[in-house]
């Protein structure tokens, strides 16, 4: 944090460059020197600092600095009378300013930022010699600063900085606070980290405070011998928590539209321009060239033409997801179903251990060549911005670990009809297997970070340097060598939200799916996501780098996993239920197996009938959006009849001329 005048800027950004060993004579020439004066002139305030290892520049920018760049980029934002308007800086107090009081939100920040990083060119009439270390670097005419120095490998990296103010701050009210395990400052999360990781936590806070009645209920029928009556509290127990995952999705929706119309989040989120810090590629989709052509001179093709293209779009989508189903039923499947049925037959547990440590290495691998498909088909697709791309990575990457997770286990219940083993199965994935989870997700950053910190020690030994240099005392270093917060399928459409969602959905379908073969399964997942919370913010705070802003301000794709893991949860529950009423196998439609089909259609139609009943908007959130959009037609209309009794001489001369 540094003072100008009565301002107090707070540095956000770094660039990372190596450390030099030759120094230039003429500083004119060098290329750091040059990199800092060119930040600089577009406004930024910068800070240089020498690390062990490497230099680090930090950027921080005036709110006059963001106006421009906001201006430019035609950013549009949310007016006091609730209307989107582009961003003036003239014009500020007519906007509605942030839950932390600042004008932009930390996603609109992040994208000026990289539009005036990324936007230095060399607009004199000559090429410029650029050196550094001894090298030297031809910036040609009109060509873009960053993107050559990161081509020649002088720029390393860049990345978000934390603010250490606000950084304390929630690490105290957030993830330092045990008192109420649920309770977390949303908006605080929201000005910090942006949209999309915020409405995570918010979605893993109801989740976890709705659990707490299943869990209860399914604890008591645990610890109570209900005896001759456990047919009939099951079911009981069955139709409760269906309802439950039913009504926890359908006021999600009406939390997630409440958290919405409190942020102020501009129009910018639905039109995503990606969330990469580098690759300045848009991300968004947009009809080709030759189309708008198209548009513009022959309307009579227009129609044909784009209806053409958008029907290809979407035979590509299905040819893509065909290919992934494909694959998971052809390659994946049959890997599953053996390596459960030999898991079932083996008698030897040293064996089985073997067995399990070489199916863990051989699903590893299968994931990642899975991943690593779906996202080169993914850029194929006609989708229309970052996050409808990450959404359709989710859908295909999740059929995956879907079929790796459960087919296991519908093996032993469906099949074998062994709940013993299925009781088993249950409780080592929801305690072993969330526990190392965990362990592994907080303490591998930590691991890699502490041996990167030893590597850069270990190189400077080498050259045989005083061991007492080599103390990390810049912050910026420390934040450069942790790890970022990314996929464990990739970092080309998704981050970390993709394994914290992806843990969740599974966690969920298999609590839900298998409820009746193991009601206190609740529990164990209620505390789990108890600890899940802190850990996780821990993780953001303290082990990883401040995460890159996403757009997006809803669970995306996850929301419609969850909606097709309850349905699978009433097929498979009815089933459990089946086999424990006839436990004979003779498949006779008496009373209780005809009322076990029934229970099924009925949930079935309460399922939708409920998701239709329930409305996804609180009336409040109506109300406010009709009362702006009635301020917003009355501004206007007042305008335009000032406009059109003579107020605006251009109009009348543009009448005239027509």
Same mark, same amino acid.
């Given at each position: 944090?540094?003072?100008?005048?009565?301002?107090?800027?707070?540095?956000?950004?770094?660039?990372?460059?190596?450390?030099?060993?030759?120094?230039?004579?003429?500083?004119?020439?060098?290329?750091?020197?040059?990199?800092?004066?060119?930040?600089?002139?577009?406004?930024?305030?910068?800070?240089?600092?020498?690390?062990?290892?490497?230099?680090?520049?930090?950027?921080?920018?005036?709110?006059?600095?963001?106006?421009?760049?906001?201006?430019?980029?035609?950013?549009?934002?949310?007016?006091?009378?609730?209307?989107?308007?582009?961003?003036?800086?003239?014009?500020?107090?007519?906007?509605?300013?942030?839950?932390?009081?600042?004008?932009?939100?930390?996603?609109?920040?992040?994208?000026?930022?990289?539009?005036?990083?990324?936007?230095?060119?060399?607009?004199?009439?000559?090429?410029?010699?650029?050196?550094?270390?001894?090298?030297?670097?031809?910036?040609?005419?009109?060509?873009?600063?960053?993107?050559?120095?990161?081509?020649?490998?002088?720029?390393?990296?860049?990345?978000?900085?934390?603010?250490?103010?606000?950084?304390?701050?929630?690490?105290?009210?957030?993830?330092?606070?045990?008192?109420?395990?649920?309770?977390?400052?949303?908006?605080?999360?929201?000005?910090?980290?942006?949209?999309?990781?915020?409405?995570?936590?918010?979605?893993?806070?109801?989740?976890?405070?709705?659990?707490?009645?299943?869990?209860?209920?399914?604890?008591?029928?645990?610890?109570?011998?209900?005896?001759?009556?456990?047919?009939?509290?099951?079911?009981?127990?069955?139709?409760?928590?269906?309802?439950?995952?039913?009504?926890?999705?359908?006021?999600?929706?009406?939390?997630?539209?409440?958290?919405?119309?409190?942020?102020?989040?501009?129009?910018?989120?639905?039109?995503?321009?990606?969330?990469?810090?580098?690759?300045?590629?848009?991300?968004?989709?947009?009809?080709?060239?030759?189309?708008?052509?198209?548009?513009?001179?022959?309307?009579?093709?227009?129609?044909?033409?784009?209806?053409?293209?958008?029907?290809?779009?979407?035979?590509?989508?299905?040819?893509?997801?065909?290919?992934?189903?494909?694959?998971?039923?052809?390659?994946?499947?049959?890997?599953?179903?053996?390596?459960?049925?030999?898991?079932?037959?083996?008698?030897?547990?040293?064996?089985?251990?073997?067995?399990?440590?070489?199916?863990?290495?051989?699903?590893? *691998?299968?994931?990642?060549?899975?991943? /690593?498909?779906? $996202?080169?088909?993914?850029? @194929? +697709?006609?989708? =229309?911005?970052? &996050? #409808?791309?990450?959404?359709?990575?989710?859908?295909?990457?999740?059929?995956?670990?879907?079929?790796?997770?459960?087919?296991?286990?519908?093996?032993?219940?469906?099949?074998?009809?062994?709940?013993?083993?299925?009781?088993?199965?249950?409780?080592?994935?929801?305690?072993?297997?969330?526990?190392?989870?965990?362990?592994?997700?907080?303490?591998?950053? *930590?691991?890699?970070?502490?041996?990167? /910190?030893?590597? $850069?020690?270990?190189?400077? @030994? +080498?050259?045989? =340097?005083?061991? &007492? #240099?080599?103390?990390?005392?810049?912050?910026?270093?420390?934040?450069?060598?942790?790890?970022?917060?990314?996929?464990?399928?990739?970092?080309?459409?998704?981050?970390?939200?993709?394994?914290?969602?992806?843990?969740?959905?599974?966690?969920?379908?298999?609590?839900?799916?298998?409820?009746?073969?193991?009601?206190?399964?609740?529990?164990?997942?209620?505390?789990?996501?108890?600890?899940?919370?802190?850990?996780?913010?821990?993780?953001?705070?303290?082990?990883?780098?401040?995460?890159?802003?996403?757009?997006?301000?809803?669970?995306?794709?996850?929301?419609?996993?969850?909606?097709?893991?309850?349905?699978?949860?009433?097929?498979?529950?009815?089933?459990?239920?089946?086999?424990?009423?006839?436990?004979?196998?003779?498949?006779?439609?008496?009373?209780?197996?005809?009322?076990?089909?029934?229970?099924?259609?009925?949930?079935?139609?309460?399922?939708?009938?409920?998701?239709?009943?329930?409305?996804?908007?609180?009336?409040?959130?109506?109300?406010?959006?009709?009362?702006?959009?009635?301020?917003?037609?009355?501004?206007?209309?007042?305008?335009?009849?000032?406009?059109?009794?003579?107020?605006?001489?251009?109009?009348?001369?543009?009448?005239?001329?027509?």
């Amino acid at each position: 944090m540094k003072k100008h005048g009565n301002e107090e800027h707070v540095f956000e950004i770094g660039v990372v460059i190596p450390r030099r060993v030759v120094q230039e004579k003429d500083e004119s020439c060098d290329c750091a020197y040059v990199l800092v004066k060119e930040f600089e002139k577009v406004g930024f305030v910068v800070e240089r600092v020498i690390g062990i290892a490497d230099e680090f520049i930090k950027l921080a920018a005036p709110l006059e600095t963001l106006g421009r760049a906001a201006a430019e980029l035609q950013i549009k934002k949310r007016t006091l009378i609730g209307m989107d308007l582009q961003f003036e800086v003239e014009e500020v107090e007519a906007f509605v300013k942030q839950p932390d009081g600042s004008v932009f939100s930390w996603y609109e920040r992040f994208q000026c930022y990289c539009h005036l990083i990324y936007g230095i060119v060399n607009n004199s009439k000559s090429v410029k010699t650029l050196k550094f270390d001894g090298k030297e670097i031809h910036w040609e005419i009109g060509e873009n600063l960053l993107l050559k120095l990161e081509s020649v490998e002088i720029v390393k990296q860049v990345f978000p900085l934390h603010d250490e103010q606000k950084r304390k701050k929630l690490l105290r009210s957030w993830a330092l606070q045990w008192w109420d395990f649920t309770s977390q400052p949303i908006d605080e999360i929201y000005s910090y980290y942006g949209a999309k990781i915020a409405i995570y936590f918010a979605f893993l806070g109801m989740f976890t405070r709705w659990m707490l009645f299943p869990a209860a209920f399914g604890l008591t029928l645990q610890l109570i011998d209900f005896g001759s009556l456990k047919l009939v509290v099951l079911p009981i127990f069955f139709i409760m928590v269906i309802l439950w995952a039913i009504m926890f999705s359908q006021f999600w929706k009406r939390k997630n539209s409440a958290l919405l119309a409190r942020w102020p989040i501009s129009s910018i989120v639905a039109a995503d321009q990606g969330y990469k810090i580098s690759g300045r590629k848009s991300s968004s989709w947009q009809p080709p060239m030759e189309l708008m052509k198209v548009f513009e001179t022959d309307r009579a093709k227009e129609k044909e033409i784009f209806q053409r293209h958008e029907w290809l779009g979407r035979l590509m989508r299905f040819r893509n997801d065909a290919i992934i189903i494909f694959s998971i039923i052809c390659l994946q499947l049959p890997f599953e179903l053996a390596y459960a049925h030999l898991y079932e037959v083996l008698d030897s547990d040293i064996i089985k251990f073997g067995l399990t440590a070489v199916y863990l290495f051989a699903i590893q *691998y299968i994931t990642k060549i899975g991943g /690593k498909v779906s $996202v080169k088909l993914i850029m @194929n +697709e006609n989708n =229309e911005n970052t &996050e #409808k791309r990450a959404d359709s990575l989710v859908y295909k990457v999740f059929g995956l670990y879907f079929m790796q997770t459960y087919i296991g286990i519908f093996y032993h219940a469906l099949l074998h009809r062994n709940f013993s083993t299925l009781r088993q199965v249950l409780i080592q994935r929801l305690l072993l297997s969330e526990v190392l989870e965990n362990l592994v997700e907080n303490s591998l950053p *930590y691991l890699k970070y502490s041996y990167k /910190k030893y590597r $850069v020690r270990h190189k400077k @030994n +080498e050259k045989g =340097e005083a061991r &007492e #240099k080599f103390q990390f005392t810049s912050r910026v270093e420390k934040e450069y060598l942790k790890l970022s917060y990314s996929a464990s399928i990739g970092e080309e459409l998704e981050d970390g939200l993709f394994d914290d969602f992806l843990e969740l959905a599974l966690q969920f379908g298999m609590i839900l799916m298998f409820a009746c073969a193991f009601p206190p399964a609740f529990a164990f997942a209620a505390v789990n996501n108890l600890m899940e919370i802190r850990t996780d913010a821990l993780k953001l705070l303290v082990i990883l780098r401040r995460p890159v802003p996403r757009a997006a301000a809803t669970v995306g794709a996850w929301l419609n996993i969850f909606q097709f893991l309850i349905l699978m949860s009433i097929c498979t529950n009815c089933a459990l239920l089946a086999w424990l009423y006839d436990e004979e196998g003779k498949w006779k439609i008496e009373p209780g197996l005809a009322a076990i089909l029934i229970m099924e259609h009925v949930l079935l139609l309460t399922k939708f009938g409920l998701s239709r009943f329930i409305p996804e908007e609180p009336a409040w959130v109506r109300a406010n959006r009709a009362k702006h959009t009635t301020q917003a037609q009355d501004m206007c209309s007042k305008k335009l009849l000032r406009t059109i009794s003579g107020g605006d001489k251009t109009f009348r001369e543009g009448k005239k001329l027509e």
